[in-house]
C-alpha cells in the first residue's frame, strides 16, 4: 500500500480491504488481517467480482462510522456518508465500486490508469464512494518492493522489461509454490537455471519460432498473465511484519 496514507487519512474513519484475497495465500490473509486489526484498523479480505464483496464492504463501512452517524442522529440529522475508495494502481477499485453499487459506474481494466479522474457514485440515499486513480508513490526506493509491484500489473508494463520481469518472477514462484509451477509448466523444474526459465516456459506451450526458436518474449506475457490471474498458484508476496519492526508493510 502507498505509505502516505497513514499521514493522508490520520484522523479520518478507515477500513481496509484487501482485494483479490483469492489469488492470495488464505493462511496469509488471515495474518495480515490480524496485523491491521491489532493496529486498530478495520481489515477484511474480498474479492471485488465476488457476490459478497458489497456486503463485507458495507458492514466494514458501517462500522467505522457507526460513532459519527450516532452523532448526527441525535440531532435529528441523516449524515450522508462519503467514502473514498484510495489504492495503489490496478487493485480493483473501480471493480469494486461497480460490485457495492450493483451496475457498471466505474470504467474498470486490468491494467493500470483505467481511472484517469475522480468520480462520485451514489450507492444509497446516505451513502456515496468516491472512486479515484490509483496512487503510487514518488520514489519506491526498495527494489524489492519495485518488482512485487510490477509482478502484480501494479506498474505499466510498457515501460519494463518483461522478459526480464517475468524470469524473476518464475524464480519467486519456484521458492513459494514449486509443485504450483511445476505443474503448469510441465519442462520447468527444480534443476532448471534461471536463465532457463522463460525458454522452459516457451518449450511447455510450443512457443517456438522459425528456425526453432523459443519465444520467449510470448512466454513471459503468459506467465504474467497467468500469474495475475491466480492459474499458477495462490501465493502472497510479502508476509505481516513481525511485532518487533515498525516499518509500514508496501504490498500485501
Request: net charge positive; no cysteine.
Amino acid at each position: 500500500m502507498n505509505p502516505d496514507f497513514d499521514r493522508l487519512f490520520a484522523g479520518k474513519s478507515r477500513v481496509l480491504l484487501l482485494n483479490k484475497s483469492d489469488l492470495a495465500d488464505p493462511a496469509t490473509n488471515k495474518r495480515w488481517i490480524g496485523y491491521y486489526k491489532q493496529q486498530g484498523i478495520e481489515a477484511d479480505g474480498v474479492t471485488a467480482s465476488a457476490q459478497n464483496a458489497r456486503s463485507t464492504t458495507i458492514r466494514l463501512i458501517e462500522k467505522a462510522t457507526a460513532e459519527r452517524v450516532r452523532h448526527y442522529e441525535e440531532k435529528g440529522v441523516q449524515k450522508t456518508i462519503r467514502v473514498l475508495i484510495a489504492g495503489i494502481p490496478n487493485v480493483g477499485k473501480s471493480t469494486l465500486i461497480n460490485r457495492i453499487a450493483g451496475e457498471k459506474r466505474a470504467q474498470t481494466g486490468d491494467k493500470p490508469g483505467v481511472t484517469k479522474g475522480k468520480q462520485w457514485v451514489k450507492i444509497t440515499p446516505h451513502l456515496e464512494l468516491l472512486d479515484s486513480p490509483g496512487l503510487l508513490w514518488p520514489k519506491l526506493g526498495d527494489e524489492t518492493i519495485g518488482r512485487h509491484l510490477a509482478f502484480l500489473g501494479s506498474i505499466n508494463d510498457e515501460i519494463l522489461n518483461i522478459e526480464e520481469l517475468a524470469g524473476t518472477l518464475l524464480a519467486k514462484l519456484r521458492e513459494l509454490a514449486p509443485a504450483a509451477l511445476f505443474e503448469r509448466y510441465k519442462k520447468l523444474d527444480a534443476e532448471t537455471p534461471e536463465s532457463a526459465l522463460l525458454e522452459a516456459v516457451a518449450r511447455s506451450r510450443g512457443f517456438i519460432l522459425k528456425g526453432g526458436v523459443y519465444d520467449t518474449e510470448r512466454a513471459a506475457r503468459i506467465v504474467l498473465d497467468e500469474f495475475r490471474a491466480g492459474k499458477i498458484a495462490r501465493v502472497s508476496l510479502e508476509q505481516p511484519p513481525k511485532e518487533e519492526e515498525t516499518d509500514n508493510p508496501s504490498v500485501t
